[in-house]
């Protein structure tokens, strides 16, 4: 994939998220295209509560959709150079016992160790929002995707527990794992995409890809 300031598209992911990045970078790496990835300036709002986790996705991904089109709008007025297209995404872990409890990322290492407790040994589901925004003439377009793979968590010993929290790779990964790294040696994916677990509706990159196919920009 090429990073030159010549391509003739150019994409930006709204997430701060490196395993999203290189993930996206990599799926996209025979494309010729500009990647950028940087977090929306607006504060992440509370997590949605008293509804499914699926729902609770939904009004998250809703909220950051608003504030990447205010954000867009502000960097057009400024005189500023647009993306063509703004993947945004949010990714919460279900609790196993409570479809209305959700697991976003913990705030530290104690509440990381509830989480990750709370998954040992035991399935649950990941929900993954995408939202593809693209620029047409007049203005940005939109399309939104949720999806869910379901995981299964090996029964995890104390010095398993240890290490998987002595590792940091809870850090800023809902329900405190990451199963692309360390967590992988303990977990699996039973059904649904990987993707959807690292934090992505695949549906929405596919449709990015079409997009990009068929001269999107």
Do not use: N
Not at 103 to 117: C, F, I, K, S, V
Not at 147 to 161: H, I, Q
């Amino acid at each position: 994939m090429s990073d030159s300031s010549e391509s003739s598209v150019s994409v930006r992911l709204a997430s701060a998220s490196e395993r999203r990045r290189l993930w996206l970078e990599q799926r996209l790496r025979e494309r010729e295209l500009t990647l950028t990835a940087a977090p929306l300036l607006a504060a992440e709002e509370e997590q949605v509560t008293g509804v499914e986790v699926r729902e609770q996705v939904g009004e998250t991904l809703a909220g950051k959709l608003e504030a990447a089109r205010i954000e867009l709008r502000l960097a057009e007025h400024a005189g500023h150079e647009l993306p063509d297209a703004v993947l945004v995404a949010d990714t919460l872990v279900e609790d196993p016992d409570d479809t209305h409890q959700s697991l976003g990322q913990p705030d530290g290492r104690e509440q990381a160790a509830t989480m990750l407790l709370r998954l040992s040994g035991r399935r649950h589901l990941v929900w993954s929002g995408t939202t593809l925004l693209t620029r047409d003439a007049a203005d940005w377009v939109s399309q939104s995707w949720i999806e869910s793979a379901t995981v299964e968590v090996d029964e995890l010993s104390a010095e398993v527990l240890v290490e998987l929290l002595d590792s940091d790779s809870w850090k800023g990964k809902a329900g405190a794992y990451d199963l692309a790294g360390m967590m992988g040696a303990h977990a699996r994916l039973i059904s649904g995409d990987e993707v959807c677990v690292l934090g992505f509706a695949l549906s929405a990159v596919e449709q990015l890809e079409a997009w990009l196919d068929s001269g999107g920009g």
